[in-house]
Nanobody
Framework: QVQLVESGGGVVQPGGSLRLSCAASGGTFSSHAMGWFRQAPGKEREFVAGIGWSGGLTNYADSVKGRFTISRDNAKNTVYLQMNRLKPEDTAVYYC?????????????????WGQGTQVTVSS
């Protein structure tokens, strides 16, 4: 089974950038589609971005489209989330996860092997 560890979170001013990393160990990372999610206090976990096993297919939540970019390096067993033009409403704990189903989906229930998360705070 794949184990995931997120890193790269921090405090950034509005308009700034961060790059999150999600390092995988165990299992066969390169055969899995992956997703990034986030959860703000008092809110449900929401889909942010997804990427196919080869990196050729990606999808994004409307709220981050054009600002965030998901990518992966299968040689390094790592998936990334480049976040630009950050807004205060992007503040949340960010998680990566393995997609468990074949179809493209944004439902957290279709993902597993969740990491521990990394905090992103956007504030002036």
């Amino acid at each position: 089974q794949v184990q995931l560890v997120e890193s790269g979170g921090g405090v950034v001013q509005p308009g700034g950038s961060l790059r999150l990393s999600c390092a995988a160990s165990g299992g066969t990372f390169s055969s899995h589609a992956m997703g990034w999610f986030r959860q703000a206090p008092g809110k449900e976990r929401e889909f942010v971005a997804g990427i196919g096993w080869s990196g050729g297919l990606t999808n994004y939540a409307d709220s981050v489209k054009g600002r965030f970019t998901i990518s992966r390096d299968n040689a390094k067993n790592t998936v990334y989330l480049q976040m630009n033009r950050l807004k205060p409403e992007d503040t949340a704990v960010y998680y990566c996860a393995v997609r468990l189903v074949v179809r493209a989906t944004t439902d957290p229930l279709d993902f597993g092997s969740w990491g521990q998360g990394t905090q992103v705070t956007v504030s002036s």
